[in-house]
């Protein structure tokens, strides 16, 4: 079955515009992983992060953890063309080595 | 230099044939994995082998059967293929599957059943 479930599965929006996404799980988790999938290609990890962490980011990634409502949330600033693509959340639960159960996925385009 | 690298891309193929996919990462990673991606794009998680060793073995059906005969390399091979089985497979590999990490996947093999 499917650990979490991704808000919105659908995005569209305008280049330069900011991209917001959510996933929610529902065990404890070690940490939760975000990936990027472009149209025909593997996943592309972008940001792990821990469930002692609040909050990470990586260029213009920002990504944040509130374990006590089982959510995650992905932030895209100043979005470009090229970052239309799927994103996943995965999860890690406790005690689980890496082993990675994700959500449906977001498909966000950007349009130019 | 590709990391994770399958083959092949595409299979089609009859129902009721028996395939293999290859897979090699060339990361010197202890820890491989095979996913399956359906047509809503769920991913899911298949097997997961740790230096040759099987550790993790979802509830998939036993005409799926991984080989490993090196910790590069994880193959998987399917006997009697069903229409069900027509989707994106996925190859990944990680430093360690012990430890939360994050995984590096190939650019998947796309099954088709006729």
């Known amino acids: 079955s499917q650990q979490g479930e991704e808000d919105p599965q659908a995005l569209s929006i305008q280049e330069g515009e900011n991209a917001t996404m959510n996933c929610s799980y529902k065990?404890?988790?070690?940490?939760l992983q975000w990936y990027r999938q472009n149209s025909g290609r593997g996943l592309v990890h972008l940001i792990l992060?821990?469930?002692?962490?609040r909050e990470k980011h990586s260029g213009r990634l920002r990504v944040t953890l509130d374990t006590s409502k089982k959510s995650s949330s992905l932030l895209i600033t100043a979005s470009r063309a090229a970052d239309t693509a799927s994103y996943f959340c995965a999860t890690v639960a406790t005690a689980a080595g890496n082993k990675l159960t994700f959500g449906g996925g977001t498909r966000v385009l950007v349009k130019p | 230099d590709t990391a994770v690298s399958q083959t092949p891309k595409y299979l089609v193929t009859q129902m009721g044939n028996d395939k293999s996919i290859k897979c090699e990462q060339n990361l010197g990673h202890d820890t491989m994995y095979w996913y399956k991606q359906d047509s809503k794009k769920f991913l899911k998680i298949m097997f997961s082998y740790n230096n040759k060793e099987l550790i993790i073995n979802e509830t998939v059906p036993n005409r799926f059967s991984p080989k490993s005969p090196d910790k590069a390399h994880l193959n998987l091979h399917i006997n009697s293929l069903e229409l069900g089985d027509s989707a994106v497979y996925f190859c990944?590999?990680?430093?360690?599957?012990?430890?939360?990490?994050?995984?590096?996947f190939g650019d998947g093999t796309r099954l088709s059943i006729l």
């Open positions: 990944a590999s990680s430093q360690d599957g012990t430890r939360p990490q994050p995984q590096h």
């Open positions: 992060i821990r469930s002692n962490e």
């Open positions: 065990t404890s988790i070690n940490n």
